[in-house]
């Protein structure tokens, strides 16, 4: 069959890849955009949009409860909730994500893409046929990630859910054990359980949760856990699990010689980029990890730079919005190498800048963060100062729940008075984060954030309690 030449091929038609066609086609190029499974990828269907679909209604409950005067009728209505999920994410239907790339306009191919030699690609179509692509520019590998199962002997044959199976449950189990006490742990951990999981066993490998943020965000969740009832175990890994037949239970023995038998599993245990059958062996590179890229996303191991990565694949910042922004980036800096730009783009605009990256935990507590902890930043090298501040004596926070439990900590760089970090964890502080993203990517000096006058009565008052604890 003839080539289909384009300027860009774009391998992976999640956010981050439909952003990246966007960009090229804005700069004057053609587009087509690959994708084996649902077009919106991983984030649109089994990940970010359904699990906060799911927290949403456990975060306001909570919220209601804290309130004098409110009182929720009866428990939360699962099925109201899973229905509403199901509309969130279109039925698992992708023709409207389809017909945005259309729109875009790009050429959307549906099948599995695989590189095929330098600026070529090939796509094994539904019904088994083979359709090859070329590109006069660049191919951009925007495949994601997969849930990572442990080599847990029995593991694999219990059939574990993942994130994938969390978030789109029909029937929550009664009884629940989850492995891992990261991000997608602590998450579906307090989803399900509210939900219908009344037996929910949350096994953590470490001594506590979320460990690449602050100690205290840890402290307050699991506060949370145990006070709603979920078995937060640290400590504690398995070491076989049982599952005769699929209509089992499961049973999951631990390294301290005790089991748990529970209806599901969830695996929780980090994530693998997606390299295993793309073709990278075609164009002589390994595929047994992230895909190397300097700052503008063009892998390095390629001596002449057609080939792109971004999002999870390259394993810089496995954020749907990080991989967004790298995908603008990237658009941006093919159309300007391919004449469709300016050469000289703005140096703000041809590479990636991690410094100020946020992230939410939509937990209750929120959990929110920006930039660097306290034991990252001293980690390289910078001369550091904190503040810290009990979120539950900032006066709008009192008005705003009863028994209102946050905690507020601003990283300092001594040397030149600019945050390098910032984290917020209480109810409902998600929106006090951009604020803060802002201040760290900006480097705006906290003399000048001290004429930054927050609104009272408002939670944003504590950005005043933290400058009054630095001194100011």
């Known amino acids: 069959m003839a080539d289909d030449v384009f300027d860009v091929i774009v391998i992976g038609a999640g956010p981050v890849g439909e952003i990246a066609a966007a960009r090229a086609v804005r700069g004057g190029l053609t587009a087509a955009v690959v994708e084996r499974r649902l077009a919106g990828g991983e984030c ?110 029995g593991l694999r044959e219990a059939r574990p859910w ?18 891992g006490g990261g991000v997608v742990g602590c998450e579906m951990s307090q989803a399900l359980h509210a939900l219908g999981a009344q037996e929910t066993t949350l096994l953590v490998r470490g001594d506590r949760l979320l460990g690449r943020t602050e100690p205290f965000a840890g402290d307050l969740l699991v506060k949370s856990f145990q006070e709603s009832g979920i078995d937060v175990r640290f400590g504690r890994s398995p070491t076989r699990v049982e599952r005769p037949t699929p209509d089992d239970p499961v049973t999951v023995h631990l390294d301290d010689g005790s089991t748990i038998e529970a209806d599901e599993i969830l695996v929780a245990a980090g994530r693998r980029v997606n390299v295993g059958d793309i073709g990278l062996e075609t164009i002589g590179l390994e595929a047994n990890g992230p895909i190397a890229v300097d700052a503008s996303m063009r892998a390095t191991g390629l001596p002449d730079g057609w080939l792109y990565a971004i999002g999870d694949v390259n394993g810089l910042n496995m954020l749907t919005h990080m991989g967004k922004y790298q995908a603008r980036v990237c658009g941006d800096v093919i159309a300007a190498r391919a004449g469709g730009l300016p050469d000289d783009l703005p140096s703000h605009r041809d590479s990636a800048d991690y410094r100020g990256a946020p992230q939410v ?17 001293r980690a390289d090298g910078f001369t550091v100062r904190t503040v810290e501040y009990d979120m539950s004596a900032v006066e709008g926070a009192y008005l705003m729940a009863e028994n209102y439990t946050g905690r507020a900590k601003m990283v300092v760089d001594e040397d030149r008075r600019v945050l390098l970090g910032v ?23 906290i003399d000048v954030l001290w004429h930054a006058v927050p609104s009272f009565p408002t939670v944003s008052e504590v950005w005043l309690n933290l400058l009054e604890g630095y001194g100011l």
């Not at 209601?64 to 999920?85: K, Q, S």
């Not at 935990?361 to 930043?377: H, K, L, N, W």
């Open 44 to 153: 649109a269907y089994y990940a970010c949009i359904p699990s906060k679909a799911l927290l949403r209604p456990v975060g306001l409950s909570a919220e209601v409860g804290r309130m004098p005067g409110l009182a929720l009728r009866g428990p939360i209505d699962t099925a109201a909730v899973l229905a509403r999920r199901d509309e969130t994410v279109s039925g698992f239907d992708d023709g409207g994500q389809v017909s945005w790339i259309e729109n875009v306009p790009a050429t959307f191919v549906r099948g599995h893409g695989r590189l095929a030699g330098p600026l070529r690609a090939e796509v094994t179509t539904p019904d088994g046929g083979v359709r090859t692509l070329g590109a006069r520019h660049a191919v951009i590998v925007a495949t994601g990630s997969d849930p990572l199962i442990p080599d847990v002997p």
């Open 162 to 179: 993942t994130n994938r199976e969390a978030t789109s449950v029909q029937q929550v189990p009664k009884r629940l054990v989850v492995i």
């Open 361 to 377: 935990i939509f937990t209750d507590p929120e959990v929110c963060v920006v930039g660097r902890t306290e034991s990252q930043a």
């Open 423 to 445: 984290t917020f964890v209480a109810p409902a502080v998600v929106d006090l984060l951009h604020s803060a993203t802002i201040a760290v990517n900006a480097e705006v000096p």
